[in-house]
């Protein structure tokens, strides 16, 4: 691996996310783990322990569709997207908290992200997809792998080793407190803080970095304040708020608007792709398949709507808008580059496929790493284990 001479001063502005992009990371997705009232120590620590591995994994596999003379370059750039691509593992880890064990999780890392590397460079390099803020190719990727791997870690009736006594105890960690839900609370503010740095800190123009930030402030706002006002509605008693709401679907606009984030919404339609993330994230209902942490109404379709809102836009696009700044965006539409270039419709199709093979492809290898993870070698909890930090830590 070698370093690289530096970037430029147009790379120092649009890469001033990576600093921004760590705290997410480390920080907003961590304690937004700790809601579990008995898993505290596992949501930190193996949120920990996942990313900084993730991370150098990451810079190999990502690097493997770009190195020139078998060399890695390594910059700033690089570190970011190491980070980014940490995102998807912990999106996942989000799916499993409580329930894979940490040789289960270090295994699932490892396999994930040698797939999304793959799936990124489909999205990116050949349907060259515009996603900047990855709802595509990181949110909807993490959260369908991991309820792929979640469906096949799925224990069937009768499969129990805990009796009844035993079996109310471990469903009763699987809740909150109401410390463990303001410990939570910490990383969804954090997330929200810096949820624009994320979304912007690929953006290939200076142009195209400030729409990013602007939109995604935007859109996050639209969707907190929606989520309040529908989680008043939809909760168990009318007129309170639930925290679960508050934690997630406040989120949900910053995942919503990210694969369109550098297009030209416009500050209205900023807005309402966040109301329309507000919306879907508190109601969506669950299907069967466990998700501790509520990532498919985080993650999973607010990144599917994102997906088809850049299809919309996509479909949309004019150098009237963009100017020059068109081509910068959607790459395969410049004529100088690519014969015959790409035309707008066309482009929308490609953001389809980018999508379809995404959801297709997450899910599938989800499903077959759970299998595998099935296997005695990877030491799966017991279900009287399960939600239980003292399996893993010793506690005070």
């Known amino acids: 691996m070698k370093v690289p001479p530096p970037l430029g001063n147009r790379w120092l502005k649009i890469l001033n996310g990576f600093e921004d992009t760590h705290v997410m990371i480390f920080i907003g997705f961590g304690f937004l783990m700790t809601f579990l009232k008995r898993y505290s120590y596992s949501a930190l620590g193996f949120n920990w322990l996942l990313a900084a591995l993730v991370v150098q994994w990451a810079i190999v596999c990502q690097q493997f569709y770009e190195m020139k003379n078998y060399e890695i370059f390594i910059n700033k750039k690089t570190l970011l997207e190491a980070d980014i691509m940490s995102a998807t593992v912990l999106i996942t880890f989000g799916a499993l908290l409580g329930v894979a064990s940490g040789v289960q999780l270090l295994f699932i890392a490892v396999v994930e992200?040698?797939?999304?590397?793959?799936?990124?460079?489909?999205?990116n390099d050949v349907f060259k997809?515009?996603?900047?803020?990855?709802?595509?190719?990181?949110?909807?990727?993490?959260?369908?792998?991991?309820?792929?791997?979640?469906?096949?870690?799925?224990?069937?009736?009768g499969d129990s080793d805990t009796g009844n006594g035993q079996a109310a105890?471990?469903?009763?960690?699987?809740?909150?407190?109401?410390?463990?839900?303001?410990?939570?609370?910490?990383?969804?503010i954090f997330l929200w803080i810096y949820w624009p740095s994320f979304n912007s800190g690929l953006a290939d123009t200076p142009e195209g970095y400030q729409r990013a930030v602007i939109n995604?402030?935007?859109?996050?706002?639209?969707?907190?304040?929606?989520?309040?006002?529908?989680?008043?509605?939809?909760?168990?008693?009318?007129?309170?708020?639930?925290?679960?709401?508050?934690q997630n679907s406040t989120l949900a606009g910053g995942v919503a608007v990210g694969s369109v984030c550098n297009l030209y919404t416009g500050p209205g339609g900023a807005l309402a792709v966040g109301i329309g993330a507000g919306i879907i994230s508190p109601r969506l209902a669950k299907f069967g398949i466990l998700d501790?942490?509520?990532v498919n109404n985080l993650h999973g379709m607010p990144g599917v709507y994102s997906g088809l809102l850049s299809i919309l836009f996509a479909g949309l696009a004019t150098e009237e808008n963009y100017g020059d700044g068109l081509h910068k965006i959607f790459k395969a539409m410049d004529p100088a580059e690519y014969?015959?270039?790409?035309?707008?419709?066309?482009?929308?199709?490609?953001?389809?496929?980018?999508?379809?093979?995404?959801?297709?492809?997450?899910?599938?290898?989800?499903?077959?790493?759970?299998?595998?993870?099935?296997?005695?070698i990877f030491d799966r909890l017991k279900e009287s284990e399960k939600y239980d930090d003292e399996v893993n830590w010793e506690l005070p």
């Open 216 to 246: 995604t402030y935007l859109s996050l706002a639209a969707s907190t304040v929606t989520s309040f006002v529908l989680s008043a509605l939809v909760s168990k008693h009318e007129g309170r708020f639930d925290m679960v709401h508050v």
């Open 339 to 376: 014969t015959p270039a790409r035309t707008a419709g066309g482009q929308a199709l490609y953001q389809l496929a980018a999508l379809v093979v995404t959801l297709v492809l997450s899910f599938g290898s989800g499903l077959i790493t759970g299998f595998i993870t099935k296997l005695p």
């Open 129 to 157: 997809a515009t996603d900047v803020g990855g709802s595509i190719a990181i949110h909807t990727f993490g959260a369908y792998f991991g309820l792929g791997v979640s469906l096949a870690l799925r224990s069937k009736k």
């Open 169 to 188: 105890h471990v469903a009763d960690l699987a809740g909150p407190s109401y410390a463990s839900d303001v410990t939570a609370m910490i990383g969804s």
């Open 292 to 294: 501790t942490c509520g």
């Open 113 to 123: 992200v040698a797939v999304a590397c793959a799936n990124m460079y489909l999205v």
